[in-house]
């Protein structure tokens, strides 16, 4: 089992910059990919950016050049630097990892944090 446990997010003007947090806890020697997604209202959840243990990372176009995900092996974190961030990015965003089980590759979710950017 694995446990993530988010930090950040909040209220923001359009243009400004947040940045979120996570850290996994648990049978994290089964660690693989580590990323972000989000959610907004009546749609479905969608990736947002992630990073596999050996740092390759991949982001949805939209948030290409704003958003930054990091990750921290040593700690078991990863971070979504979030900047020039623009209304259409209001969501409840997911902290998300993926760990080897004996089947296969399981999913594993933090609790969501809110982020709403005004305009």
């Known amino acids: 089992q694995v446990q993530l446990v988010e930090s950040g997010g909040g209220l923001v003007q359009a243009g400004g910059s947040l940045r979120l947090s996570c850290a996994a806890s648990?049978?994290?020697?089964?660690?693989?990919?580590m990323g972000w997604y989000r959610q907004a209202p009546g749609k479905q959840r969608e990736l947002v950016a992630a990073?596999?243990?050996?740092?390759?990372?991949n982001y949805r176009d939209s948030v290409k050049g704003r958003f930054t995900v990091s990750r921290d092996n040593v700690k078991n974190t990863v971070d979504l630097q979030m900047n020039s961030l623009k209304p259409e990015d209001t969501a409840i965003y997911y902290c998300n990892a993926k760990a080897y089980v004996s089947w296969g590759l399981k999913d594993y979710w933090g609790q969501g944090t809110q982020v709403t950017v005004s305009s």
């Open positions: 648990g049978s994290i020697f089964s660690l693989n990919a």
């Open positions: 990073i596999d243990r050996g740092g390759n990372t």
